[in-house]
């Protein structure tokens, strides 16, 4: 049985839109008519979404917020010993967001078709991200879903408050940074070439600032659109660039090796991996595959060949601290927290004190680069207006000394 979306309408001409559960579509369609419906379309989810994964969409994924309550309405359900379907269902039902209803259902659909849960979520890899579905993998696989689901909707939580809280800190400096360019492109559109044009009559020769910002003028009034598309097409450019491998890697290089960036990919990239070791290691998972499952969650390519050599390395007998601190890619309080859990017996709990360790070091720098980065702006900003404004002023002043 399969869930379909349809569009159909009722005796009096008005559209109705939701979610079925049937065999096939037309199985689908007799329980519209049943309902005095007269059926338009009806889509597989499953099928709906595999045709929309290779084109542009904006409705494709879950939010974090959404993610994050639907993780710990599951690992709450699945605690309390309810079947998985069941458990789909009671959450697509207490859910608002037609999309997150669909996706459940779609993936309700294929665990009662015999499928594992977390092949019903690679149905949806949009919404699931590679991570969430290789911990759900590693939790079905042990035998303890309901504890990885509910290390899972901690993880989840603490990731969307994570980026509600550089949202809400962003909202001041794009605001900032949107105002400026609106104040900076209105003047050197319309105020100065006015300004200017009182000196055209003189023979006197502008100053130099003031024909750079004339210049500038004229370029954005005769090409802004011509400029838009250019920004336009780098942007898409470079987002496709960076999906080849060739490049994708000396980005990832590059990014390791810059002096402030460097420390914040390191430092999620890390929190990212321990997380999910931590999580696989407290399911009972093997480690190799752990590390193996763990690596995929590993953004940055240098990083995640690391994790790949170093699990090659434990393969033959060695340490997992000595395995990753040999890379030099890995913060080194991160290995020494794994070296003592590996002396201890305590694995899975220092790997979880490192991933926190990472996340307070992480918001922390995050924290720092907003809160230079506002003044910065308004500096940078004012600079630029103070530039616009001696443009203006300094052909008054020569034209004041030409009158004395």
């Known amino acids: 049985m399969g869930a379909f979306e349809f569009v159909a309408l009722d005796q009096k001409g008005k559209e109705s839109k939701g979610l079925l559960e049937g065999d096939t579509p037309k199985h689908v369609r007799q329980i519209l008519r049943d309902r005095q419906l007269l059926p338009i379309s009806v889509n597989e989810v499953t099928k709906k979404e595999s045709r929309t994964q290779g084109k542009l969409s904006i409705r494709r994924g879950l939010s974090a917020s959404d ?66 579905r290789a911990t759900v993998a590693a939790g079905e696989q042990s035998g303890h879903l309901d504890a990885v689901l509910e290390r899972l909707a901690e993880f989840t939580e603490t990731r969307q408050q994570l980026q509600q809280q550089i949202r809400n800190a962003l909202i001041y400096p794009i605001a900032l940074i949107v105002t400026a360019v609106g104040i900076i492109s209105f003047m050197l559109a319309y105020v100065v070439p006015k300004v200017v044009y009182i000196f055209e009559n003189y023979d006197q020769e502008l ?38 491998d060739g490049p994708k ?47 995929q969650v590993v953004v940055n390519l240098p990083m995640r060949e690391a994790v790949e050599e170093a699990a090659l390395r434990i393969r033959e007998g060695a ?43 992480v ?27 001696l443009a203006i002023l300094l052909p008054i002043f020569e034209l004041n000394n030409l009158i004395r």
Do not use: C
């Not at 590996?342 to 926190?356: C, D, F, Q, T, V």
């Open 67 to 132: 993610l994050a309550l639907l993780t710990r309405q599951l690992a709450t359900l699945a605690q309390s010993g309810l079947p998985l379907e069941e458990s789909l269902l009671a959450v697509s039902q207490q859910n608002e967001n037609p999309r997150t209803q669909s996706i459940l259902m779609g993936v309700r659909s294929r665990v009662m078709e015999g499928h594992s849960l977390a092949a019903g979520l690679a149905d949806f890899p949009h919404a699931f991200p590679q991570l969430y």
């Open 207 to 244: 100053p130099l600032l003031t024909r750079i910002m004339i210049a500038s003028s004229d370029f954005i009034r005769g090409y802004w659109f011509i400029l838009i598309l250019v920004i336009v097409g780098l942007i898409f450019g470079m987002r496709h660039l960076l999906k080849k």
């Open 249 to 295: 890697r000396k980005y990832h290089h590059l990014l390791l090796r810059l002096p402030l960036i460097s420390k914040l990919t390191r430092g999620i990239n890390t929190a990212r991996f321990t997380q999910t070791l931590s999580i696989l290691a407290g399911a009972g998972v093997p480690i190799l595959e752990s590390l193996h499952i763990a690596s």
């Open 319 to 361: 340490m997992i601290s000595r395995s990753l601190a040999a890379s030099k890619l890995f913060p080194p309080m991160t290995t020494h927290l794994i070296s003592s859990g590996e002396a201890s017996g305590r694995l899975e709990e220092m790997l979880a004190h490192a991933a926190k360790n990472q996340e307070r070091e």
């Open 363 to 389: 918001n922390g720098l995050i924290a720092a680069m907003l809160g230079i980065m506002q003044p910065l702006m308004v500096i940078i900003m004012a600079a630029i207006v103070l530039m616009i404004v």
